[in-house]
């Protein structure tokens, strides 16, 4: 799997949105682009994946560049529940002895205050 | 639909000692991966199960072991404990017969060894 680079840390004021960016500049056509966040003494939480296009859910956006080098995990409203360790992954598509697999990195704290 | 459960949620042990460690699947998962999570770091990849067998490892010893059950439930074993084995342990789950299907993790066993 490729390598990420996220910076350590960010900081967010409430009710403004949180942008975190995630470089990967080794990643393959065939990989995908995954965040988690792991709030204090919590499992990680699964937040959005896209391969190329762009895209949201209820809880995040992902933008990722057109060379796929790298990417942006938007929180368009950050809460102070947001505050979390936030993790880039890239993954091949899963299949076979890889599909369990997630390389985490040390991720980027993001704290939001109010 | 019920998320990814684990028990205990805390648990000591002395060095020498063996542990086993249990976890449910989210309803309509499959296959089960373990990861340990040492303070400050991001998880580590032990194994995953699929089909009640081991397919796929991490850089773990022999001594970490684990099962799956018809149910898809499954335990991580542990023997002959050694202090570093003092970590967050944390299973996911994910389904293998849909593409892409993300991984869901459970809040983890917090496992300390004296």
């Known amino acids: 799997d490729a390598k990420t680079t996220q910076p350590p840390s960010m900081d967010c004021a409430e009710g403004r949105a949180a942008n975190l960016p995630c470089n990967h500049s080794?990643?393959?056509?065939?990989?995908?682009v995954y965040w988690y966040r792991q709030i204090h003494s919590q499992g990680p939480q699964y937040i959005i994946h896209?391969?190329?296009n762009n895209e949201t859910n209820e809880m995040a956006s992902l933008i990722i560049t057109e060379d796929r080098k790298s990417s942006t995990l938007i929180l368009p409203h950050a809460t102070l529940r947001d505050t979390a360790v936030y993790y880039c992954?890239?993954?091949?598509?899963?299949?076979?002895?890889?599909?369990?697999?997630?390389?985490f990195g040390q991720g980027t704290i993001l704290t939001v205050h109010p | 639909e019920t998320g990814v459960t684990q028990s205990p949620t805390h648990l000591i042990k002395t060095r020498g000692q063996q542990v086993t460690l249990r976890c449910s699947s989210q309803?309509?998962?499959?296959?089960v991966s373990w990861y340990q999570q040492a303070l400050g770091q991001g998880p580590q990849f032990i194994f995953q199960?699929?089909?009640?067998?081991?397919?796929g490892r991490g850089n773990f010893p022999p001594r970490f072991s684990g099962l799956q059950f018809p149910n898809y439930s499954s335990e991580l074993n542990v023997n002959a404990l050694e202090l570093d084995d003092s970590a967050l342990y944390l299973c996911?789950?994910?389904?293998?017969?849909?593409?892409?299907?993300?991984?869901?993790f459970g809040n983890g066993t917090r496992l300390t060894v004296t």
């Open positions: 996911a789950s994910s389904s293998m017969d849909r593409n892409n299907s993300p991984l869901h």
């Open positions: 080794t990643i393959s056509g065939n990989e995908y």
């Open positions: 896209g391969l190329k």
């Open positions: 992954i890239v993954r091949v598509a899963p299949g076979g002895t890889s599909y369990g697999k997630l390389t």
């Open positions: 309803s309509g998962h499959n296959t």
């Open positions: 199960y699929y089909r009640e067998e081991e397919n």
